[in-house]
Nanobody, 118 residues
Framework: QVQLVESGGGLVHPGGSLRLSCAAS????????MGWYRQAPGKQRELVAT???????VYADSVKGRFTISRDNAKNTVYLQMNTLKPADTAVYYC????????????WGQGTQVTVSS
């Protein structure tokens, strides 16, 4: 079994920064694409950013230039550095990863709340 555990969420003022982390643990053979998604109240879950094992990245237009995704393959960890945060960034942020144990499957974290408010 594989677990993804997020950390780093919280309350921040507009214009502030936060760094989210997500560590994968369990009987992991390898991890392919990792990513961050978010879900605001009353809205569907949406892509924020993804990163491949070779650091190829994709970002939602709404976060380009403000957020940076990175990963540490040795630690099975993905990060999301969020700068110049806006109230519209308020959401529960979920980590996602395509993980290989004895087979490939897609795994989600439990989510971490990010609130941007003055």
């Amino acid at each position: 079994q594989v677990q993804l555990v997020e950390s780093g969420g919280g309350l921040v003022h507009p214009g502030g920064s936060l760094r989210l982390s997500c560590a994968a643990s369990g009987n992991i053979f390898s991890i392919d694409t990792m990513g961050w998604y978010r879900q605001a109240p009353g809205k569907q879950r949406e892509l924020v950013a993804t990163i491949t094992p070779h650091d190829s990245t994709v970002y939602a237009d709404s976060v380009k230039g403000r957020f940076t995704i990175s990963r540490d393959n040795a630690k099975n960890t993905v990060y999301l550095q969020m700068n110049t945060l806006k109230p519209a960034d308020t959401a529960v942020y979920y980590c996602n990863a395509n993980v290989r144990t004895t087979t490939w499957f897609n795994s989600w974290g439990q989510g971490t709340q990010v609130t941007v408010s003055s």
